[in-house]
């Protein structure tokens, strides 16, 4: 590397000559180097930095694990009128670098004194040190094993864990360094009450539900996280902090700390987009996050899509202290799909309950539907229902997961005659895993099955249709089913399913490769499966993955594009 600069008459240049792994840390951080270009550099000022320079390419190699490098200088000047031209050069060869001999670290405080199999156990911290026997020293590897080290005490049962002594030994001559750490514990932390700032709006019982964490438990720097995740996302507060205070505090009763900015109550919102499964599309919604004055959640959406409309209301309300979320429902649908239009009104109320990682709900409805088929008479239908279902989330990132798998189930019954235009259970399940293949390629795959049993009249809002988007690309939405006459209409199995690749090519973006399968038919016998396959586009976005794709469905021989955001589930 070589680096020029002026001051008055004078030029002054440096090179040096060093090993690729240390030349970046050299030219970044030498003095000399960063004054090369002031203003004011002069002879003086020259000769000091000439002077002090070995020393400084020492202190900065030895940050690096190297403490016996070789160190040439030579310098040079040469006058051409009256600019005088002053050359250096530092040649540089690192020897080798310090390793690893011993390691010593001592705990002290009341951990030492913990019951056998409570957490974090010394052994362990012991064992989890990143800076190993043999390992090459550096003071970046020395400074993270040190955190790495405190962390692990800090984020478990001991909050005000500190280091009180930290020592470095090099031998220079055996390029060897016995390190040794000294850590005092502190006593072991529970957590205690809860306290509540930035409250004004929104009664205080609203956070008090959502809290999962009991007083007298263990403190952990997770639960509290967690905490501040689960009122995150309740979609009442912009920003949330949650925090405990452990300084001067009562180890057996740590307060935990809630601060908090309110969304505004009354929110109204449009929005405009399209679908490649329902076209062009129209959003209204209008939102009180405070009604009647305890934090009922009213929602209220029109959409005008060129295939569906809708009117939904939905009112969600907060968490109660049993950890039971409550919601009451009422629409009006509308969709034209392949030569069926069907139009229903319903209502219902659903209970769900339990983490995002293991979610339970149970409700129940009613529905109204009228459903005209073209070339066929026009039909209502009508059904009272009850519902559970499970989701499973066991992935690494909800928005954009590289592992794990999701599941979900839904069962949906109509139990009594007099209340259906005859009884019947839907059944419902889809499940999608991801598999890192390498560090840059990904496995997604998707299954999905259904089965309705019961009354051959089950509304058609209970019956299946495959195709489209998130279900077998390369078909229309919902054009995959039983055929009558030039419609096609619901039929009582479904099953579809997806293997597809993606190649990321960066971080943010990348190819897929898939192929989609599936239909929906009235029995078994007839249940079978079309193809689709094509190529697409990936980004991660902070909203989940958007995919734009290319099918080619294998039974039309036509081309379809597709739109994906997010994970459905």
């Known amino acids: 590397m070589n680096q020029t600069g002026h001051a008055a008459e004078n030029r002054y240049s440096v090179d040096i000559d060093a090993p690729s792994s240390v030349d970046d840390l050299l030219e970044k951080h030498l003095d000399i180097m960063r004054w090369l270009n002031s203003p004011r550099m002069n002879t003086a000022e020259w000769h000091r930095l000439l002077q002090a320079t070995p020393r400084n390419i020492e202190d900065l190699l030895a940050t690096e694990g190297y403490f016996s490098p070789t160190i040439e200088q030579s310098l040079e000047s040469s006058t051409e009128g ?26 002290t405080g009341d951990i030492i004194n913990q019951a056998s199999g409570e957490k974090p156990e010394p052994a362990q911290l012991i064992e989890n040190w990143s800076l190993k026997q043999d390992m090459r020293f550096s003071q970046d590897r020395w ?39 000294e850590v005092d514990s502190g006593a072991p ?29 263990t403190y952990s720097q997770a639960r509290l996280l967690f905490f501040q995740s689960e009122l995150q996302a309740s979609g009442y507060f912009s920003n949330v902090e949650v925090t405990s205070h452990t300084d001067n505090a009562d180890p057996e009763a740590a307060p935990i700390v809630v601060n908090v900015t309110e969304m505004q109550s009354v929110q109204v919102g449009i929005g405009v987009g399209a679908s490649t499964n329902t076209g062009a599309r129209t959003t209204l919604t209008y939102q009180d996050l405070n009604l009647f004055n305890r934090g009922w959640r009213f929602t209220n959406t029109l959409k ?21 979320r409550d919601s009451f429902n009422a629409d009006l649908n509308r969709l034209d799909i392949e030569g069926q239009t069907t139009s229903t009104l319903g209502t219902g109320v659903k209970r769900s309950w339990g983490p995002r990682s293991f979610e339970q709900t149970i409700g129940a409805a009613y529905l109204l539907e009228h459903v005209a088929i073209d070339g066929s008479e026009s039909q209502n239908n009508y059904a009272a229902t009850i519902s559970y279902g499970i989701t499973l989330r066991r992935i690494d990132n909800e928005l954009n997961p590289t592992r794990g798998y999701l599941f979900n189930a839904l069962f949906t019954s109509a139990p009594l005659d007099v209340m259906a235009n005859g009884k019947f259970l839907q059944s419902y399940a889809k499940t999608q895993a991801y598999y890192p293949l390498t ?39 919902q054009s995959l089913g039983v055929a009558d006459g030039d419609a096609v209409i619901g039929g009582r199995y479904l099953v579809t399913g997806s293997i597809e690749v993606i190649q990321w090519l960066t971080e943010s973006w990348g190819a897929a490769a898939f192929v989609d399968f599936g239909n929906a038919a009235n029995s078994t016998r007839d249940l079978k499966p079309v193809y689709g396959y094509g190529l697409g586009a990936r980004f991660k976005s ?24 997010g994970v459905t589930f």
Request: aromatic share 8%; hydrophobic share 35%; charged share 25%.
């Open 143 to 181: 400074s993270s094993a040190k955190r790495g080290l405190l962390s692990g005490l800090v984020l478990q049962r001991y909050p005000n864990a500190k280091i009180t002594s930290s020592k470095a030994e090099i031998d220079a001559a055996s390029n060897k360094v016995k390190l040794m750490v």
């Open 439 to 477: 560090r840059k390629t990904q496995l997604i795959t998707r299954l999905e099955g259904g089965i309705v049993s019961g009354a051959d009249n089950a509304p058609a809002t209970y019956l299946f249709r495959a195709g489209g988007d998130q279900s077998v690309r390369g078909y229309a939405y």
């Open 304 to 324: 005008i899509e060129q295939k569906a409309q809708s009117i939904n209301s939905l009112i969600r309300l907060p968490t109660d202290k049993n950890g039971y």
């Open 542 to 565: 902070p909203a989940g993955p958007i995919g734009v794709d290319i099918a080619r469905g294998q039974e039309t021989g036509e081309y379809r594009l597709h739109f994906n955001l």
């Open 82 to 107: 009256n600019t005088t031209r002053n050359r250096a050069k530092f040649t540089v060869k690192t020897g080798d670098p310090v390793t690893v001999q011993e390691i010593d670290i001592r705990f």
């Open 189 to 217: 932390f529970r957590f205690g009450g809860l306290e509540v700032n930035g409250l004004q709006r929104y009664p205080r019982s609203l956070v008090e539900n959502i809290n999962p964490i009991k007083p007298g438990e």
